[in-house]
């Protein structure tokens, strides 16, 4: 029924991919095992939450099918979908820009007018890159800027926090300039904190060079008569998107986000790039399926995801971007890295986890007892119990496939 339901509202574009994942759905329609995994989950689950599981295999066999089209709150698990998004559109070797502009015609020692910084929200950029880049001014025998420092920030929208964020929790201030260390230390109500803070420092770095700035540190915007003077490059989005996965970055995963937006429309805005992840989602899943996702990182209440939807997507990933080198990577390995540093680490696993107050999700694939692989979803919702004893069941449920396929 779903199937048809998926195919009755496709159009010719988006017929090939929803045949795959729909397919997938109903190659097998009763899971391969037994009765006692789904013992285990309903002995194990914590009282009163509710529970998703989704176990698939590489070629689309369904091993475990439990409240799989069921909603819940996916945390950051989110961040699968918007670094994907990020993949698709941006390319894993895109790299960010922030450029200093000083006027045409400027002439050693005196810049006889402002310094313009202008960026596209470099989640990367730090007091420490801006000191090593910002050197030139000094080693280029510059010791006078007649003028202010220009923050231009306007290729991101000023929505600074994103749709259904907890005002108690400290979330990454969002702009097109943005400095790592300092991400959490702005109200989103300050539209311009983070700019002339950013502003700021620079000033203080060129001031440490022995280069007088006789004006301030404004928020405005590029105009003609500027020539480029530093561009500084990010490393590769690949590098940044295993920052935001293997570790679970908010601030890395939002910034992306706002990045697409501003790609495909020209302004790095929540709607933007809510629109972005729209299409995207219903490019795989087609119009009908349910599903809510409005924010990159996945602290917004309001996002609604199934775990069909998770281990499909990764399936997908795996299939069109690389197999386990390509996106895939950007999960954190089991027992070594980020958020799977102290988990799995005597199985070959590769997962995202995603926590919020009563919620605990885990999605990812692994390479089985018998070196078999296989992607999975858990996801559990509206618990009391401590977080870490949801972990542990993830973790025996994981284990449980491992070892019995």
Do not use: C
């Given at each position: 029924m779903l199937f048809k339901a998926f195919t009755n509202s496709l159009n010719d574009q988006r017929q090939s991919t929803i045949t795959f994942l729909a397919l997938t759905l109903i190659l097998i329609s009763a899971s391969v095992f037994?009765?006692?995994?789904?013992?285990?989950?309903?002995?194990?689950?914590?009282?009163?939450?509710?529970?998703?599981?989704?176990?698939?295999?590489?070629?689309?066999?369904?091993?475990?099918?439990?409240?799989?089209?069921?909603?819940?709150?996916?945390?950051?698990?989110?961040?699968?979908?918007?670094?994907?998004?990020?993949?698709?559109?941006?390319?894993?070797?895109?790299?960010?820009?922030?450029?200093?502009?000083?006027?045409?015609?400027?002439?050693?020692?005196?810049?006889?007018?402002?310094?313009?910084?202008?960026?596209?929200?470099?989640?990367?950029?730090?007091?420490?890159?801006?000191?090593?880049?910002?050197?030139?001014?000094?080693?280029?025998?510059?010791?006078?800027?007649?003028?202010?420092?220009?923050?231009?920030?306007?290729?991101?929208?000023?929505?600074?926090?994103?749709?259904?964020?907890?005002?108690?929790?400290?979330?990454?201030?969002?702009?097109?300039?943005?400095?790592?260390?300092?991400?959490?230390?702005?109200?989103?109500?300050?539209?311009?904190?983070?700019?002339?803070?950013?502003?700021?420092?620079?000033?203080?770095?060129?001031?440490?060079?022995?280069?007088?700035?006789?004006?301030?540190?404004?928020?405005?915007?590029?105009?003609?008569?500027?020539?480029?003077?530093?561009?500084?490059?990010?490393?590769?989005?690949?590098?940044?998107?295993?920052?935001?996965?293997?570790?679970?970055?908010?601030?890395?995963?939002?910034?992306?986000?706002?990045?697409?937006?501003l790609r495909l429309y020209n302004l790095g805005s929540t709607q933007n790039s809510i629109k972005a992840m729209d299409d995207f989602v219903k490019r795989l899943f087609g119009d009908v399926y349910p599903y809510r996702i409005v924010d990159g990182c996945g602290l917004s209440t309001y996002n609604l995801i199934t775990p069909y939807m998770v281990t499909q997507t990764l399936l997908y990933a795996y299939r069109n971007h690389g197999g386990l080198d390509g996106f895939i990577s950007t999960l954190a390995l089991g027992g070594k890295e980020g958020t799977m540093e102290k988990r799995l680490g005597d199985i070959f696993v590769r997962a995202k986890t995603g926590t919020l107050q009563g919620v605990s999700n885990i999605a990812g694939i692994m390479r089985t007892k018998t070196g078999r692989i296989v992607f999975f979803c858990i996801m559990v919702n509206n618990f009391t119990a401590p977080t870490y004893m949801i972990m542990a069941f993830h973790d025996e449920l994981i284990r449980y496939v491992w070892n019995n396929y």
């Open positions: 037994p009765e006692s995994i789904y013992d285990l989950i309903q002995q194990k689950a914590p009282i009163n939450s509710f529970t998703g599981v989704y176990f698939v295999d590489v070629d689309g066999t369904v091993l475990v099918e439990y409240n799989a089209h069921k909603l819940f709150t996916p945390a950051s698990l989110t961040k699968i979908f918007t670094t994907l998004l990020a993949w698709e559109v941006l390319g894993p070797d895109f790299r960010y820009t922030t450029t200093f502009y000083i006027p045409a015609g400027s002439t050693r020692p005196t810049i006889k007018g402002n310094v313009v910084i202008k960026a596209n929200g470099d989640p990367s950029m730090s007091v420490d890159i801006l000191r090593q880049n910002l050197k030139k001014f000094k080693d280029d025998g510059y010791t006078r800027i007649e003028g202010n420092i220009v923050v231009d920030n306007s290729f991101f929208s000023n929505e600074r926090w994103g749709i259904g964020w907890e005002w108690d929790y400290k979330n990454p201030y969002i702009d097109a300039l943005v400095l790592r260390e300092y991400v959490t230390s702005f109200s989103a109500n300050d539209k311009s904190a983070m700019a002339l803070f950013y502003g700021n420092q620079v000033k203080q770095i060129l001031t440490s060079y022995g280069i007088e700035v006789t004006g301030s540190v404004i928020v405005g915007k590029l105009t003609s008569g500027y020539v480029e003077y530093i561009a500084i490059r990010s490393s590769a989005l690949k590098s940044l998107i295993d920052i935001a996965n293997k570790f679970s970055s908010n601030s890395y995963a939002e910034q992306i986000f706002r990045t697409v937006g």
